[in-house]
């Protein structure tokens, strides 16, 4: 290099000593090439004071120029000479390689160029080595004109471009740690300069320091505000508020050239787990079965076993306990990837992709890269082909990867197939069938044992105490094992409260899942990732099937809720099924096989997330109810329930179909659901549908003793009725209230109901069911032995019965006929009234009571006939079956003595 | 309403034991096949009965639920489990427990009981089961505050009555060797043992046994007046109600007026002879725990052992808890 102006102003071999020459030559070096004046040369060496022998001192100087160029230059004739006279000036001429400017210039536009196309690594050889050329300030050890100034200013100002584009590429290169000190030291030489001071920032933010990033922008801030009297620009403003938001696109992702480049494989393993769960408790046998597949040990081979479950249920703690337990089987690496972002937005493949790349060329920053030429402006690299990066830095080597939280095959697929030689734990809510190859282990939530194991170990003296608290929390958990663990720290971290505090708090299934958030712990927000990820239609039925009774539905009680078809039901539930959010249970030999189910948490969710119940669904529930059960009560006990003709059913539900003959299997299954829905009709407000949903079933409940049951829905339903001003349906609750009260033995209470309702049915005209009121009453009296105070109870409602010809009402009176004749002894009218009985109940439809009659008719007979051969006693002091599979025991029997 | 035990006039008043249905055939024919089985029984608690109303605390007896019990499910497993009548029935295991105290207590007014009985039947032959396994949940006034439960065998006569011999035996030759004859030193007035009448007292007044253990010699002419002529399995919780209410007042300072058997348990190794002395030794279930511990309330509770012995023959062996209610 023979000439340089990037710093003290050099020529090779030797430049003029006196100023004014080398004031003329570094003028005419920053025009290489070209001409310029004389005038211009004498502006530049005296301004606008020029000797009056200026012009005669110009060509002195270029004289004395032009013996310095040409000394120590081989073959220096005349064609040597580089400094030309040209008019109306001079020009000197220099080859692109002799000045240090247009190598500069060169090199920075070679840098300019290998940015622009993304090669960082080259664009940083480049500007760095045009960096180099600079050995101090610009055209620096002469005078400056106005000239030369302006062309220091401009070059110091090329320096410094090239200086931060430099800079920017090492950034984008992960150099950011290595570069805090030099911008540490520009930012203090260029206090002004914002990009240094933004470029800082970024390098300190992602060094971890972002407390220092902060600072270095109050810092710029000041000096500009003090200097300038203005705020810091729009970018390094808005870099601000992406540092102080933590905005994961500021972090920093590599960049690559569009070549393929070598990687280096890392030296040593790479482990990157999140750290032990404290307190890991349960899941046993899937710990094993887990530790047996990743030892190459299990009954089926395989290298990616797929951990599925609800959110919650623990599938990324028991796969991250897997791995931290398996350093041995994977020597060279262990590796956890989050296929969610924070958001909780499934990761693209190629995100995902690029993200374990990272991951295993240490990179510790996840997110899309920030810094381009202009500062702070996001710029998105998409990084080609990470699926070969990564196959080339697994291959042939025992890595272990977990990839948490997959949404679908289609994500998951392409990094599979990129990890060819690793072992893969995969976890997610789905099972993700369709991939081939894969062991699947679904993780159930825990076992109660499992679940109040949890609790106790986590929730501190408090839950230990309360062994019943710890048994209410594991229940009202679902033992979903989030749910479990949130609780237990929650009470942990809350010395004053006690178990059974906490255990009120999660009682109320509305408040629940508030009382379940802990710091960054929060069930909820698990729970909605799962919602979150079905469709519209499906939220819409998650949220309305909440309504569902407990503890669980058939399909038609979804049809009915969503107001839709069975196969159009079928299809939202078994998207929510799929989705983890609703359970579905198969019950072979039952009447409905498949059966829906929330987790008591779902159920919270769902609630919450309807705002209201609406009434419309709760109405057409109650009434596919209702229709199902009047079809199973006409079944069982025909013409038995006198409010059997009021309110239609809802189209598309088929009770024959559902129920086929076994209605009384059809009552067990839905018990629990019916009682739940009396309760939300009630609640609703809707009256008539509520008494006339207790009403159809009250046979069901008498014949099963369901007292609490029977109670519980009646009393809802008597309230109902009264609230409606329905005199007809407040008797026919108050009716089978009595009959409640009787088979209890409250005989007052009973005595009372049935007259109540016997005056109500004779006020509403219904004379059929005021006479079976009186059989009622007469049977509380048979019980008290009032035998012919019963007798003429059963011989009114008798005559009503036949009045209005209601063969029931007529069974009913005889057999109370049959009973009094029986106690009193006179069995041949006791047989007769028996066979009447008999014959009456088959006219109703009622076979049930028709086998009543004719075995209590055979019962009489060998009673008869044992007493005849003089082996029994009289009939008057022995149990009587006074209605079907209900006994009057008169009497305990004989002590039983002990034995051995 | 063939095939019914005759009744006695122990207690009169109506019961009602319903059958659940869990099949359409038993739904429709009132048919009942060897598997469990549940059944629903209510009537009004005794508030004058000479037994059971006879109470010097003022509780409910909690024999009435043990005898409803093995009523209830003697009828069952004749009616539904067409046990034969010439079976002898037997009690090889009973027990009570109340859970809840405050419905045993007695209000002034009628109270009813109600039992959700659920009886299992074993060692089922040729459909006819050799014994049932019965659970009971109690509830006085609708309200869940007890259990009680008891297997029951049922014998062929010359099993029974082998079996009784050779026991009886054993009792006599170890009574002539000079095992178990407990003199009778006096009778406690009826409210030492939570009764009010003197008809109703079956122990005596208790003497000092080897190791801290109090014998209390059982009155078998007068519990033959209470339970007839045999010794039934419910002369072994009175007996153990008073012996333990006596004990829990000489060991641990109870007030008897305010205490109450709430746990009993008992294991039957023979069958007893009414003609034969009978004597029960009392003594703390855990030894050097003093035999007391306190509930929730503060409230004491002592828990002690009743062996049962006629001669050196152990008949009965009983865990019993008495709670001091105040």
Redesign the interface.
Known sequence: MRFRVLGPVRMAPRAPTAAKPRVVLATLLMQSNSVVSTHALIDELWSEEPPRTAATTLQVYVSHLRKALVEGVAGSGEGAQPLLTVPPGYQLRVAADDLDLLVFETLRDEGRAAYGRKDYAEASRRLSRALALWTGPALSGIPHGPTLQTSAIRLDELRLEALEQRISAELRMGRHQELIGELMALAHEHPLRETLHCHLMVALYRSGRQSDALHVYHRARRGLVDELGVEPGPVMSRLLERILASDASLTWQRDTPAAPEVLPRPAGPVVRLPGPVDHFTGRTAQLALGQRFLAGAGPLPGRVLALSGRAGAGKTALAARLAHDAGDLFPDGRVLLLLRDAGGRALTPHAALSTLLRRLRGGSQDAAPVVAGEPGAPVVAPEPEPADLLYELTKGRKMLFVLDDAVSEAQVRPVLAALPDSTVLLTGRHALGALDGVQHLVLDVFSREEAEELLVRCGGPAMREDPAAVSETARLCGNLPLALRVAAAGLAARPHWSAAELVGRLADERTRLSSLELGDLDVRSSLLTAYRDVGIQGRQAFRLLGLAPLPDFALWSAAALLATELPEAERHTEELVRAQLLEARSRPGQLTTVRYSFHPLLRSLSLELLDKRPVSATDRLGRAFLALARHADSLLAPGRDPLGDTLEPPAGISPDALIGSAPLQWFREEAAGLLETVRQAHAAGLWQLCSALASASAGYYEAGALWDDWELGHQLALDAARQAGDPHAEAAVLRSLGDLAWQRQETTTAVDRYRLAWHLFTRCGDRASAARCLSGEADVMLGQGRGARAERCYVRALSAGQAENDPRGIADALRGLALVALREGRTAEARGRLTECAAQARRAGDRRWEEYATRTLGAVDAADAAVAAGRGGDLAGRPLEVRPGVWLLSALGPALPQSA | ??L?????????????????????EA????AGAPVRQS??Y???LPADHPLFGDMAAPFHDLLFPV??L???A??AAR?YFRVPPQR?????V?GTEITDVAPWRRSGGPA?I?LELALTPVNVITGVPRGLECEAVVSIGGRRCGTAGAE??F?SPGVHRG?REA?RRQSEQSLLAGHGQIAVTGVPAPERVGRRSAHNVLVGLPAEGEDERLVFPVDLDAAGRV??D???????LEASRQAALLAAAELHGFVTSHALLTRWH?A?????EPALPLHCAVYAEKPGDQGVVRDAGGLPTARLCLDFLQGDRE??RVSASVLQDC
């Open positions: 309403m063939d019914v035990p005759e009744l006695s006039p122990f207690f009169r008043g109506p019961q009602h034991l319903v059958h659940k249905p869990d099949s359409p739904f429709l024919l009132g059944f629903t209510a009537t009004e005898e409803a093995r009523h209830a003697l009828f009616q002898v029935t037997a009690v090889s009973s009813r109600a029951l065998v014998l079996h026991g339970f007839g045999e010794v039934p399995a419910a002369l072994f008992g039957f190794r023979g069958f007893a008949v009965a």
